[in-house]
């Protein structure tokens, strides 16, 4: 069965928790994704920024993304998936858990990131179907 560490995109970022918002969509808009891992000063993974977070939750707020803290959008702990988990976990979990991306971890060290395409392409197609289904209801 396939691993999380053989369909992950390796190598990826972190938004440090002090960082700015502002710092964070500037990194996103460079890197041309949607999403990038908090990771605190203990280089621990913190939580997920999402640029709705950044629509929603700041600009939408009418908050200042120059002022507001990366970490401050960090919500409880992080859905994350073990680099040695199958499809088959990650599916489960993103579904569980209606996320469409997955830090991928290793001990306590973040590795990659899984996307819902990643899991889509290493999936038969009837379970790419049902994990479709599964993340767009709510």
């Known amino acids: 069965m396939t691993t999380a560490r053989e369909i992950m ?3 990826a970022e972190c938004i440090g928790a002090e960082e700015t918002v502002l710092e964070a ?4 808009t460079r890197m041309g994704v949607g999403a990038l891992p908090i ?6 993974l913190k939580g997920m920024l ?3 977070d950044i629509v929603v939750k700041v600009l939408g707020a009418g908050k200042d993304p120059a002022q507001v803290k990366a970490g401050e959008l960090a919500q409880g702990e992080a859905v994350t998936i073990g680099a040695d988990d199958d499809a088959q976990e990650i ?3 993103m579904s569980e858990h209606k996320v469409r991306r997955l830090p991928v971890i290793d001990g306590h060290r973040l ?3 899984v996307a819902q395409a990643d899991v889509a392409r290493a999936l038969p ?3 790419v ?3 479709l289904q599964a993340l767009s209801t709510d």
């Open 125 to 127: 197609d009837p379970q």
């Open 91 to 93: 599916m489960r979990t």
């Open 111 to 113: 590795v990659g990131i």
């Open 50 to 52: 999402t640029d709705r």
């Open 9 to 11: 995109t390796e190598d």
């Open 25 to 28: 969509a500037k990194k996103m």
């Open 129 to 131: 179907g049902d994990l």
């Open 39 to 44: 990771c605190g000063t203990d280089d621990r």
